[in-house]
């Protein structure tokens, strides 16, 4: 109930945390207030997607009656969102060696399916969280930019928080102001004990050709993320300007070095990007023509979390609570599920008037063992990158957590019917391997492996890649396109459908504890007419003729 400059949740900061919260309480009726210290359009790092965070979208969409939260899940959206986005058709991960031509063996193309949803996007940032700070004023939240939060004071009865001009009283406070949390800083939460190590130099540019990459792919380098991977660091190239409706020339770059392998320099962050990637001559070639249309961004080291997310009426959302690297894009994902919870947990909180900190422990968990997952993953993909033979197994690790997260998250989207059932079934998620026991032992036991050999020790690596990649083959649930790539191929199919899919053992559901897991009670059946649904409802004609929240 909103009483003067009383509120019942205060938000700081409308990035795509703090808008996408703003526009999900506002619609169930909560008085929101949302403060942000600058003012949209404005700059927003955070560009590429992947199946689960798309998919995390739609279902807080769906979940909560607010569509403009899957605008950004495909390319079928384009019509309703504009053109300054990209699409993203693959994730492709070319090694290099530095001093040595680029060999195309090395390279990895992780095709993602186009049905039933259509490819992913490349998000120009500015656009999605100036897009999404307007869904929340529409909703009804109350949005203030220019107006930075000062100082924030949390009591046993409330949270007053102020400005330069004003105070202004709420139930609860959500942080959702980044790295600089006021909050974080506040309680002494900060936390810098991760196991990645690295720091990025980023621009957005023009003129960025294509990467001629020479060997069979499905698709064009242009037409999705491509990561350059090398020891101690890689570099991202994330096009907008890769369709034929594109209006916006841009391409995002980055350069992500541990500062332990690639130590700072004295020079600009232009001249040290430009220093750095010649010792790769192909990696140097795409950028010769290519200029910076804003300035560099060069940051310290970027790996950090909170020793806790939540207290007694207050959060701490998205990036304020902490982030690893963006190597396989799991922030939003991470910002987005942390979202999704939280919303929830909210809005039950509201019905007692409970905001005490143990009622909102779910966000707690689920933040953390998302940071800590994606930290041990991403430190032992770069310790990877040193020897190109324990890359080419890691990575289908990483490849199959992805997978198996997207098929539970769908799944439970599919079978839940409603909001309890639904958070019933992410409760177990862990940002990889889809809450699947299973997937957890593998996991350890490679990352355990990885975390004990030496990369420059080339017969123990040899022992290594072959403990894994024979671990990983009799895996009886890990899908045949990933074996061809522990057997060398270089790229997943771009066709995900073939008959053997439906075969009643073995196939697309699985069997035994797998398929329990993923799929209980789910016939081909049923699994097929899913799969139209939603062709059908995600098709560009049907989310053209939704619309927007018409005659609102
Ligand atoms: C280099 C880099 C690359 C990344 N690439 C990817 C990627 O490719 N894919 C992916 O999924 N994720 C990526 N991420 C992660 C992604 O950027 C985050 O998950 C996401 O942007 C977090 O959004 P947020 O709303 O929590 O924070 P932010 O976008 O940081 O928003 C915080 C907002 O709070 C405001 N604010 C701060 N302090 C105050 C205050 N005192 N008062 C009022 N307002 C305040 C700020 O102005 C800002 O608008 C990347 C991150 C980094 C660092």
């Given at each position: ?48 997607m992947i199946l689960e965070t798309s998919e995390v979208m739609r279902s807080l969409a769906t979940l909560y009656g607010v569509p403009e939260l899957a605008c950004f899940s495909s390319e079928n959206y384009l019509p309703l969102i504009g053109?300054?986005h990209?699409v993203k058709r ?21 095709v993602i399916p186009k049905a039933p949803h259509g490819h992913e996007l490349h998000l120009?940032?500015?656009?999605v969280?100036?897009f ?111 369709h034929?409706k ?86 939003l994902y991470?910002?987005l ?69 997207f098929v539970?998250l769908s799944s439970v989207r599919a079978l839940a ?5 639904y ?73 995900k459908l ?28 049923a699994l097929i007419k899913t799969f139209v649904q939603e062709r059908l409802t995600y098709s560009v004609p049907a989310v053209r003729s939704r619309g927007l929240n018409r005659?609102?």
């Amino acid at each position: 109930m909103k009483q003067g400059n009383h509120f019942d949740v205060a938000i700081i900061g409308s990035g795509i945390a703090g808008s996408s919260l703003a526009a999900i309480l506002a619609e169930h009726g909560q008085q929101v207030l949302m403060l942000e210290a600058k003012s949209h359009p404005k700059f927003s790092i955070g560009e590429s997607m992947i199946l689960e965070t798309s998919e995390v979208m739609r279902s807080l969409a769906t979940l909560y009656g607010v569509p403009e939260l899957a605008c950004f899940s495909s390319e079928n959206y384009l019509p309703l969102i504009g053109t300054s986005h990209g699409v993203k058709r693959h994730f492709s991960y070319l090694h290099h060696t530095a001093g040595a031509p680029y060999d195309p063996q090395n390279a990895l193309q992780a095709v993602i399916p186009k049905a039933p949803h259509g490819h992913e996007l490349h998000l120009y940032r500015q656009d999605v969280d100036a897009f999404l700070t307007t869904a929340a004023v529409r909703y009804g939240a109350t949005v203030l930019q220019n107006t930075p939060v000062e100082a924030v004071s949390v009591g046993e009865a409330g949270v007053t928080l102020e400005t330069h001009a004003e105070t202004y009283t709420a139930d609860y406070v959500v942080d959702a102001g980044g790295f600089k949390s006021l909050l974080a800083e506040q309680f002494g939460l900060r936390d810098f004990g991760l196991q990645a190590h690295s720091r990025a130099l980023f621009t957005h540019m023009v003129d960025v050709p294509e990467y001629p990459h020479k060997g069979e792919m499905p698709f064009a380098m242009s037409e999705g993320t491509l990561h350059h991977v090398f020891e101690g660091g890689w570099l991202w190239v994330i096009p907008f300007n890769n369709h034929v409706k594109a209006t916006n020339p841009l391409c995002s770059v980055g350069l992500m070095l541990d500062p332990r392998v690639h130590p700072a320099t004295e020079l600009s962050p232009e001249d040290e990007f430009r220093d750095f990637i010649a010792r790769f001559p192909s990696v140097y070639k795409q950028f010769e023509g290519a200029k910076a249309v804003r300035p560099w961004t060069r940051t310290g080291r970027l790996q950090y979390s909170s020793k806790r997310v939540v207290g007694d009426r207050f959060a701490l959302l998205g990036h304020a609570a902490g982030f690893i690297d963006p190597l396989y894009s799991k922030g939003l994902y991470t910002t987005l599920m942390s979202v999704s919870v939280l919303a929830d947990l909210l809005l039950d909180a509201h019905k007692d008037g409970d905001y005490s900190e143990a009622r909102f422990s779910p966000l707690e968990v689920t933040t953390q063992a998302f940071i800590r997952a994606n930290d041990r993953l991403v430190a032992n993909s770069y310790k990877s990158f040193a020897n190109p033979k324990l890359w080419s197994v890691y990575r289908v690790l990483w490849l199959l957590g992805a997978y198996t997260e997207f098929v539970k998250l769908s799944s439970v989207r599919a079978l839940a019917g409603d909001r309890r059932r639904y958070y019933e079934g992410v409760r177990e998620l862990r940002l990889v391997g889809g809450g699947f026991a299973d997937f957890r032992v593998l996991a350890d036991e490679i990352d355990g492996w990885l975390e004990g050999v030496d990369p420059k020790d080339d017969a123990a690596v040899s022992a290594v890649v072959a403990d894994v990649r024979a671990r990983l083959l009799a895996t009886e649930w890990l899908p045949q396109a990933f074996a061809e790539v522990l057997r060398g191929k270089t790229y997943l199919p771009k066709r995900k459908l073939r008959p053997g899919l439906l075969s009643r053992d073995g196939g697309f559901l699985g069997r035994g504890d797998y398929r329990e897991h993923f799929f209980a009670g789910v016939t081909p059946g049923a699994l097929i007419k899913t799969f139209v649904q939603e062709r059908l409802t995600y098709s560009v004609p049907a989310v053209r003729s939704r619309g927007l929240n018409r005659g609102r």
